[in-house]
């Protein structure tokens, strides 16, 4: 019976160091969002497409890009003006690893975001990045398709980029 249960233990011991683990990293600060973030700002968003589609290669899921058009309407920190046109890219990941990894934006939703310049584009600084939601989106359904949008209509009196 020992010998069984000694057994047992090792391949638990095995099984659990042969298994990567995924962890959530740490949360950023208020003030390392700040220092990090090259716009920080409130957004509404406007409109939300699916860019591309790619298979993950663990898992076999199919993973959503996608690429957000905000409108600012605070800044905090950042060289973008009050009442422009921001785009804010993030993708899907497997939903088996744990945290949430992916912040997600919605058309008419307003929140309050962290955001690093990504090329002409930006990203969310950190997965906590994303802030205070000042207003519910409209629509929760992004597309799934590339080419897909979703989107809510301007407010009158803002005119964008």
């Known amino acids: 019976m020992q010998r069984i249960l000694t057994s047992l233990s090792l391949l ?49 899921q199919d993973l959503p890009s996608y690429s957000a058009k905000a ?11 009050k009442g422009g046109d921001v785009t804010i890219t993030f993708h899907a990941i ?25 090329g002409e584009a930006y990203t969310t600084t950190w997965w906590n990045g994303r802030g205070d939601l000042v207003s519910k989106a409209v629509i929760t359904k992004l597309p799934t398709k590339p080419g897909e949008t979703v989107e809510v209509p301007r407010r009158s009196g803002h005119s964008g980029n």
């Open 12 to 60: 638990l011991v095995i099984a659990f160091v042969a298994t990567p683990v995924v962890a959530l990293p740490a949360p950023m600060s208020d003030d390392e969002l700040l220092a990090k973030s090259d716009l920080v700002a409130l957004v509404r968003v406007l409109s939300v497409t699916c860019t591309a589609v790619t298979k993950d290669k663990m898992t076999g």
């Open 71 to 81: 409108e600012l309407m605070e800044v905090i920190k950042g060289d973008e003006a």
């Open 94 to 118: 497997p939903t088996r690893l744990l945290g949430p990894w992916t912040v997600y934006y919605y058309p008419g939703e307003m929140v309050w975001t962290h955001l690093v310049r990504d």
